[in-house]
């Protein structure tokens, strides 16, 4: 397996050669191999060969690693395939990493015997590169450049949702899928919203109840279909 992480490894850092970082390209590979092999001991990866992810309709990236019911992705496949600038992306997995160390932590309290787990850090996985990337909207440092760090991480396709969310394509992606979601609120909490009722501006119960607010305008089948059709595209061409 090794092996096969080496090659990733070495198209990353080829990937991001001109933008590497206080280590050598030899040295950033070895630091994702790293990366790699501990997420393979708590995640056995197989490779995956030959498939593309649908972004939505907004691009498509290729799998690269399946762990049970996880697939990976790579943030710079991504990123390219949305426009987005690659340090915004960096944050947003960054940001998704510390949410997810917090939601572990309350998840090991909870179970009190004192064992750290791992099932809420397996989404956002960082390769442990360091990059430096040209950004004009970056302060200016002490020599007047303007530049932003990033990395590059492994991104599970349960992350893709929020990810495009966040993305430049978020308002698009969003709209696309409203009536997606309502369906699977719906599903998911149905009893729980029968159970809740609404209030009006004046404090008041309507007579209605959460489960209401949640009515889709469109079919599931529909639904689905609106929320993988990528840019929303008017009739004159006009986004």
């Not at 708590?42 to 290729?62: M, R, Y």
């Not at 590169?129 to 002490?142: Q, S, Y």
Request: aromatic content about 8%; hydrophobic content about 35%.
């Amino acid at each position: 397996m090794t092996t096969t992480f080496k090659k990733l490894a070495e198209r990353v850092v080829a990937r991001h050669d001109e933008h590497l970082l206080d280590y050598g390209p030899e040295e950033q590979a070895a630091r994702v191999v790293e990366a790699m092999e501990r997420l393979g001991r708590i995640a056995p990866l197989s490779p995956v060969i030959g498939t593309d992810i649908d972004l939505a309709g907004f691009g498509k990236v290729p799998a690269l690693y399946a762990s049970g019911e996880d697939t990976y992705l790579l943030l710079s496949d991504i990123s390219e395939q949305l426009g987005w600038f690659h340090p915004r992306a960096h944050e947003w997995a960054e940001k998704r990493r510390l949410h997810a160390v917090e939601d572990q932590r309350r998840v090991d309290e909870a179970r009190g015997d004192g064992r750290l787990g791992w099932g809420c850090l397996r989404n956002h996985v960082d390769l442990g590169l360091c990059l430096t990337v040209d950004d004009p909207e970056a302060k200016p440092d002490g020599g007047g450049r303007r530049w932003s760090y990033s990395g590059d991480w492994l991104i599970s396709t349960d992350s893709v949702p929020d990810l495009l969310a966040s993305s430049p394509w978020g308002k698009e992606y969003m709209d696309n899928s409203v009536d997606l979601f309502r369906h699977a609120a719906r599903e998911i909490f149905g009893d729980k919203l029968k159970q809740s009722p609404v209030v009006g501006p004046d404090g008041q119960p309507t007579g209605g109840n959460a489960y209401d607010l949640f009515e889709p305008e469109l079919s599931k089948e529909e639904a689905l279909r609106k929320a993988r059709r990528g840019p929303a595209v008017g009739e004159d061409g006009s986004r």
